[in-house]
């Protein structure tokens, strides 16, 4: 599975990408690590459009 439209230079996107080839997604003892890819990807996406992911603790009000 490869789209380079969509992860051209983008490690998080190919990383991902291989991941689900790989089985990763069907793969319940991987979740952990299908977590993180996914949550790299969404970061590299965000990072796309000039926005970043920052962690804040629950309760604190969002700026």
Do not use: I, V, Y
């Not at 969404?42 to 970043?52: C, L, N, S």
């Amino acid at each position: 599975m490869s789209c380079p439209a969509c992860h051209a230079g983008k490690a998080a996107a190919g990383a991902l990408l291989r991941f689900l080839a790989n089985g990763g997604g069907r793969d319940g003892t991987r979740g952990q690590e299908g977590d993180r890819l996914l949550m790299e990807w969404t970061k590299e996406g965000m990072a796309d459009h000039g926005w970043h992911w920052q962690e804040s603790a629950l309760g604190d009000p969002q700026p």
